[in-house]
């Protein structure tokens, strides 16, 4: 059934949609999960540092796919009047949804705290985020339209029977990491510390002699996306007995 503040979309569009930022909360929620920190501490263990611009980039990567997702689906009202108000009113959803899903990592985990731990306040959270909505919804407007999420439609009726979540070519999982670690003029110890694994498995990884755990598939997305400016989606390897790191 089609939202009030959305453009005439058909049904079986806006179940797509619906889909498709279901799989953005399952790709991002782990993401912006661990960085919580727990509200106690033995003595003799140390505190974890605050990250307030790395947690910050992660909820703004977040809101910003979400917005892409749907918006993407409206290129064939560009044309109407009513444009500009849709993506106001998506931007709204997107806040809304953002806002929720942070409200419930925290309180998934009572023993935990998260925005406010580094340093955040929520007006803040808040405050970035329409600031960056707002910016996104003026490239729409505007026709200046970031490039597509990888491996999804952006026609009115997405294929969401390619793969799990789509894929950016027909290359193996390690050649997809080594471009992109090309691209992205990062080296493999840098993203060992983004990706939070030990330097001789982004090494194996790169190698293909072991396959990322679905986490830090997410992670690597995560890392290229912020880098590159634009939305990174890793084919998923075919599950096979295979060496997991």
Known sequence: MNEPGRPPLSPITCEAIDQLLHRMDETHW??????????????D???PPQAPQHLLSRIKSYASLLFRTEANQYEQFRSDARFPVWLSRLSDR???RTLTALD??????????????????????????????????QQYEQGK???PIAGESTKTEPQLDQDERGTISKESLAAQIKRLQNECEITAEA?????????????????????PRPKHIAAYENLFSERLG????????VKRHQNVS
Do not use: N, W
């Open 145 to 147: 339209v970031p490039l």
């Open 230 to 237: 634009k939305s990174v989606t890793l084919k998923r390897p």
């Open 104 to 137: 419930r990592i925290e309180d998934g985990d009572p023993d935990a705290l998260l925005v406010g731990y580094h340093g955040l306040s929520r007006p803040e959270v808040e405050k970035t985020l329409r600031q960056i909505l707002r910016e996104i919804a």
């Open 45 to 47: 263990t140390p505190v």
């Open 191 to 211: 993203m060992a510390v983004a990706i939070e694994v030990e330097p001789r498995s982004i090494y194996r990884h790169l190698a293909g002699t072991a396959v």
């Open 94 to 96: 997107v806040l809304a």
């Open 30 to 43: 782990p993401l912006i999960a661990a960085m919580r920190v727990k509200k106690y501490y033995p003595l």
